[in-house]
């Protein structure tokens, strides 16, 4: 069974600094989807960032970017320029890409961001 | 586009009383998901559906959880005699999937709603 650890339950930036969240995950396939949530107090959750594992070129979205290293299992997610408005729990998930795998997302325990002003 | 929407936004019960929340996806996604998340954790996996069919149901969901999507539009989950290790955010959230060229699962990404917070007292 696949499973994803976020082992940095809560992490602090000062703003317009920036900040790594870490990410690891476990799995025997070899094709699948990785995905950073958002979310923020009492707000309905987004997406952040994805990528998928056959591309060996790291996802960028504006101050946003993964470091994914597919051999480590490990998928961790940079934030420059931190602004207040990235306060919010981030979720790291796992999806399969295969299509006899299951099509439910794996999620990991969150990690809390504060950023200070 | 008018996003997932969930219905209620909060509901307490007492413990035994039965209760239903409402999940009305984004109109074109054919996948919907439920998910739990108690505080300060991740979402729990608790079931999804392809259109109408529920495909895959967590082992962790006990018989007192049931979910329908008839017609594959809305979809329900009920619980039925409620206990106080129930109370938590019912999430749920929509995408649209099928097989790419080379059979690819393909899969928008998730499309959250604001979630159901349940309390049993």
């Known amino acids: 069974a696949q499973t994803v650890t976020q082992s940095q339950p809560e992490m602090s930036v000062q703003e317009a600094e920036t900040v790594t969240l870490s990410c690891t995950y476990d799995?025997?396939?070899?094709?699948?989807?990785l995905f950073w949530y958002k979310q923020p107090p009492s707000r309905q959750m987004i997406l952040v960032i994805r990528?998928?594992?056959?591309?060996?070129q790291n996802a960028t979205e504006n101050r946003f970017s993964v470091n994914f290293q597919k051999a480590a299992k490990s998928f961790s997610l940079k934030i420059s320029d931190s602004q207040l408005g990235d306060a919010a729990m981030y979720f790291c998930?796992?999806?399969?890409?295969?299509?006899?795998?299951?099509?439910?997302?794996?999620f990991g325990t969150g990690t809390r961001l504060k950023v200070l002003a | 586009d008018t996003g997932v929407s969930q219905d209620p936004r909060h509901k307490i019960t007492k413990r035994g009383q039965n209760v239903t929340f409402r999940c009305d996806p984004i109109?074109?996604?054919?996948?919907l998901y439920w998910y739990r998340q108690t505080l300060g954790q991740g979402p729990e996996f608790l079931t999804y559906?392809?259109?109408?069919?529920?495909?895959?149901k967590s082992r962790l969901l006990s018989d007192r959880f049931s979910a329908e999507r008839p017609k594959g539009s809305f979809s329900t989950l009920e619980i039925q005699r409620t206990e106080q290790g129930d109370s938590a955010m019912y999430l749920c959230?929509?995408?649209?999937?099928?097989?790419?060229?080379?059979?690819?699962?393909?899969?928008?990404?998730?499309?959250f709603g604001n979630g159901t917070r349940l309390t049993v007292t």
């Open positions: 990528q998928e594992a056959y591309k060996q």
């Open positions: 959230a929509s995408s649209s999937g099928f097989l790419q060229v080379k059979a690819r699962s393909y899969n928008s990404p998730l499309h």
């Open positions: 799995t025997s396939e070899s094709d699948y989807y």
């Open positions: 998930a796992y999806r399969s890409a295969s299509p006899s795998g299951t099509y439910k997302y794996i």
């Open positions: 109109s074109e996604h054919n996948r």
């Open positions: 559906f392809q259109n109408e069919a529920q495909l895959e």
